[in-house]
């Protein structure tokens, strides 16, 4: 039977609600808590002009313009401070964080590290990190075996990271290292997930109890070993080498080292495995491997249809407006970047760049995500490879993650068609 243009259209739009509800499953098994804020920031958001204020949690912010502002409002809104991930994060690492995190040592560190990754340098700097391990696993995948790409995207940003920052792991005693063992990367990733975790039930307040500050300083320690050698040897293309070079003392250097290990594995492995999914579930795969230039449109639809960050918080160090609401200091913003990227719809390829949410996904302004360039490159690099194999491929079983900060599939078996 021959199908027609809008028998096709109809098969794809059920194919987009599925989609999008399969979206909600895995954000609802993870993280209740993010999915509840999610849905309440969808359904008052729009009525209420972007921006209201709910008892006990702050003013809640859904308008793409909105966010922009109050990410580029430096003047009043602060994230160190109740509501703010530096917060969160002096609290585990030190009252250094203060100044490294939003003060004049931000700034600097900002500067000059400007050209660690670039639009430019990303694609060159994935590369030989991913090459090896995503050939051996679409080897399989062509020969008919099934693909975990959540346990590969787990991997391969571990492998990123320990990259970045110039880390020695996982040589044991013997200081040998099998190349394809995927086992110290994964290892990264489990502690970076069991620290990030510790942040979960932060939506009310983040002030953390002796106990959690504890186990985060553990959790720190153990991601860290590897630091201070590195610290004193990386070269001066890594992380560490740079902040060596700007005079950074060792136990900040640790500090920018735990937060890269948890800021670029989570999110980047989550928009992996969902973009993979996405692309399966609204049966655009078909486009993509017909044309692989549709790729880097792929990217950004995975980036804003998952939005991994789905919340950044602020605290208001100055009395001001958001909106048409006024907002004291003291105040918690929370800024629900999943919703404002959502607005613009389900995911399509075919959708041309939206200027109003730009790339909220990654944030905006001073703190605009260090690693977006390394990201995006990850992300095309897996999406590009499967999509050369020129067979479209579809999920055959799923799992989403439970009790994670960031929304992701623990488990998801793709075939090739
Ligand atoms: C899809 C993957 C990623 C997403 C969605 C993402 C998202 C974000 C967002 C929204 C922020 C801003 C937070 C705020 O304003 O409070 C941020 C900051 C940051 N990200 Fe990413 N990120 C990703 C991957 C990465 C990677 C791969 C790295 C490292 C290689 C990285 C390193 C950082 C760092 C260091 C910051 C702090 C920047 C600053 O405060 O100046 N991220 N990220």
Redesign the pocket.
Known sequence: MLLTDSDVGAGRSAAARRARLREQVLITAANPGLSALLAVGRTLGPRRGGVLRVPRLGVVVTDPVLIRGV?TDYGSMS?LGEG??GHLWAQVLGEWVYDA?DGPG?VSL?QRSRDL?TEANAAGIVAPVFDAPVARALTRLEKGYVLDVAALAREL?GR??VH?LGLRVGSGRSGFLDPADPSPYLEVYATGERLASLALGTQASTELNGRTVAQARTLVAELTRDVPTAFQHAPTSTLLGRCREMGLREHEATGLAT??LV??TE??A??MGRTVALLADTGQVQDVVADPALVEAAVREG?RVS???AV??RHVVRDTVVGHLAVRAGERVVLL?HVADNLAGGFDVRRPYDPSTRQL???AG???????P??RA??AHLLGALAATGRPWRVRRRAPSRRALVPAYHRLEIVLR
Not at 366 to 372: D, F, I, P
């Open positions: 990410l994230l703010g991930v995190f931000h900002r990754f940003v990123m990271v970045l937060l890269m800021a670029g999110t980047a989550s928009a980036l939005t991994p960050a950044i918080g970047t996904w990654f944030g001073r703190h605009l995500c260090l690693g977006a390394v990201a990850e992300l």
